[in-house]
């Protein structure tokens, strides 16, 4: 059994400036889109709002996902950051939501919209949560948390941009119904890009096989093992975004001295390195009457 890993820890010292940066955001974003009356000034800080509480979560994760294993909890905190990033996402999914029932309603009953102030803050919007990105843009490369709220400053940086270019064509056009479409596009652009991580954190959640994981192929390298039989009861899942465990019983062709599977044992964990597993539970058997199906289709075998 190997209960190696790879950590990867992150400072939370850049997420709290960040959340600092995003809070002055906000507040003045909020101000301006009551002066100036733009929905999309107002969406945008709607966002920027949940850039806040996103940050505040990645941080609490940062804070507890390193503490010791313990008896009660034997792995530790280690999935926090997984849960971080569900929660992240599922906030985005409900400001996406508001913002296009808001929009759709300011395209039905439209209102005049200030279009300098509208490109003032949103400029300003574009500068701030640009240094943010800069701040976490390398602990998210690795880390699904802080990726997750990277994701929400990166969103809310593009809905600034679009905020901007309404403000400009409201300024000089007079088109205040750019105003509601920009917050329809911003809200189903929110939704597409925050996908593919909530999909991924549930996935994880629901202890599924990795996307990258193909068992039958790990399997057949470790049949080719000689001294191995058959691979059955086979479990494989995340415990975070790093971590790949395996867990499975090896029926070894003969009866053999511990000494001897251990040497075997070597051979399998070498070959399971080779996908990402360093974390695995093999249970030997020989000759033992159970099912040798590579899944178990029924009850987990006790």
Known sequence: ???????????????????????????????????????????????????????????????????????????????????????????????????????????????????DIVIILAALGILLNGLSLLFIKKESEGD???????????????????????????????????????????????VYSSWGIFYKSIRIFMQFT???INIEE????ITSISGVRNIHHVHVWQLDENEILLEAHIDMEEDCKVSHFETILDKVGETLGMYGIRHYNIQPECNRDDMKELIHPGKLHR
């Open 210 to 212: 990795p996307a990258n």
């Open 1 to 115: 059994m190997d209960h190696s890993g790879h950590n990867h820890k992150t400072s939370g010292k850049n997420v709290l400036i960040t959340i600092l940066l995003n809070v002055f955001i906000t507040t003045a974003q909020v101000i301006g889109g009551i002066i100036s009356g733009s929905m999309a000034l107002l969406s945008d800080a709607a966002h920027n709002f949940s850039d806040v509480l996103a940050l505040i979560i990645s941080y609490w994760a940062i804070r507890i996902s390193g503490r010791r294993q313990t008896l009660k909890q034997t792995y530790g905190y280690k999935r926090a950051g997984i849960f971080a990033a569900f929660i992240n996402t599922a906030i985005l999914f409900v400001v996406a939501s508001v913002l296009i029932w808001e929009a759709i309603s300011r395209l039905i009953h439209p209102a005049p919209v200030t279009g």
């Open 218 to 221: 790990i399997a057949k390298a």
């Open 144 to 190: 699904m948390n802080i990726r997750s709220a990277f994701l929400h400053l990166f969103a809310d940086m593009l809905t600034s941009v679009a905020v901007l270019a309404g403000g400009i064509v409201i300024r000089y056009l007079g088109w205040v119904w750019i105003d509601g479409t920009l917050s329809i596009i911003i809200a189903l652009w929110l």
